[in-house]
């Protein structure tokens, strides 16, 4: 098996950052991880000693956008998370103090019957 040219897999890992960029900001999750495996392939391919001067800050200002664009993602991810989790809990009541510091809970009011009208 011959080894590819260390300058091509360069170009391809540079590529590849610009496909997962443009898959973060899509927001195309599954795009995503199908480039995972080959951006980790690619990197553990890549012999830093036979690089050129200007491709590897190129391609880490590439990995950190990246990275900086996946961990807003995940904040998003997060946060619509906290979110439903907060409409789910006041779909089920709240908790309020009376006048004393007494804790009770409000049932948030389901009908429980349909009206039908002829």
Known sequence: MTQADPDNRIEQLDTLL????AALIAGDFARLE???SEKENLVAQIDVTQAQPGDLPSLREKMARNQDLLTGAMEGIRAVARRLSDLQQ???GTDVYDGKGR???LSARV????????
Request: hydrophobic content about 30%; glycine content about 0%.
């Open 34 to 36: 199908r480039l995972v």
């Open 103 to 105: 804790k009770t809970h």
């Open 90 to 92: 006041a779909r089920k």
């Open 18 to 21: 610009d496909c997962e960029r």
């Open 111 to 118: 009908a429980s019957s349909v009206e039908k009208r002829a």
